[in-house]
């Protein structure tokens, strides 16, 4: 299994922020080593591979550039543990992905990944349950932990004396082969809770900052109800509203979707 790690200034893709046209070859997470295949975009959830469903954890060819993996594990919160199920999503293409959220079990996230380059571990919020595996998946794949800073915390909380490998910071661009995401703020689940939006993709991935039903739970300690509501009024419902949400938790929903209820959700308070 080749892996190797992404530079900072690869993973970020800066100059993808700075120039026109980027030289992918310098400055993105990956070249673009072969063709784009003509199915690259996907229109609705129902072009999601779902790992733990259909592949058995062996990784077989796959159009979709966007797969789920489901993970499950325990969490300790605020007193209390509970079993959790989250999504782990994998976008690329068959040379090489990132992962959205390492949550539980790297080795069943390794397996999901099979011989693909991991050009990043990104983190869409610093909360246990989408980084408690993200260390022992980049000591194993050698590739670099990406979280916004004002999650730094929580990261702590979680992985004591190890310090993420590079901030996820609003406007910056990832890239994995054809697919590009590029970095959303959206605070208030957490204070660094960030979403990725993949636009030739029609996808946002939201962590935990927009659910089908609502935004995340703002009830723990440094969540803020308002500021959440602001991230979604302010960066995910200004989408298109064809775009397909893929939360941390869960099925799958539409900015229409939220764009449609967010004022009853503003005004209901949770
Ligand atoms: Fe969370």
Redesign the pocket.
């Given at each position: 299994m080749k892996r190797r790690k992404a530079s900072t200034k690869q993973a970020l893709g800066e100059c993808a922020r700075e120039e026109p046209v980027p030289d992918q070859s310098q400055t993105l997470l990956l070249p673009d080593t072969h063709d784009r295949p003509g199915s690259v975009g996907i229109s609705s959830t129902h072009a999601v591979s779902d790992r733990k469903t259909c592949l058995g954890g062996e990784r077989v060819h796959s159009p979709s550039p966007v797969e789920r993996l489901r993970t499950s594990g325990v969490i300790s919160l605020e007193g209390g543990e509970f079993d959790l199920e989250n999504n782990v999503w994998i976008v690329g293409d068959d040379e090489s992905a990132v992962v959205i959220d390492a949550s539980h079990d790297h080795e069943e996230i390794a397996r999901g990944l099979g011989d693909r380059e991991l050009m990043a571990i990104v983190c869409?919020?610093g909360?246990s349950?989408?980084v408690n595996a993200a260390a022992d998946l980049a000591d194993l794949t050698d590739s670099p932990i990406l979280l916004h800073p004002d999650d730094t915390e929580l990261w702590h909380h979680v992985h004591p004396g190890r310090e993420p490998d590079a901030p996820l910071l609003h406007g910056e661009m990832l890239r994995a082969g054809d697919v590009e995401l590029q970095v959303l703020h959206t605070p208030g689940?957490?204070p660094g809770?960030v979403c990725l939006y993949a636009p030739e993709l029609s996808t946002v991935f939201t962590?935990?900052t927009l659910f089908p039903g609502g935004p995340?739970?703002t009830g723990?300690a440094f969540s803020d109800f308002p500021r959440i509501i602001a991230s979604i009024r302010d960066h995910l419902v200004t989408l298109p509203g064809d775009t397909v949400v893929h939360p941390?938790h869960g099925e799958s929903t539409t900015i229409a979707e939220a764009a449609e209820n967010l004022e009853v959700w503003a005004s209901r308070g949770f």
């Open positions: 869409t919020h909360h349950d989408h689940h957490t809770g962590g935990d995340g739970a723990q941390g």
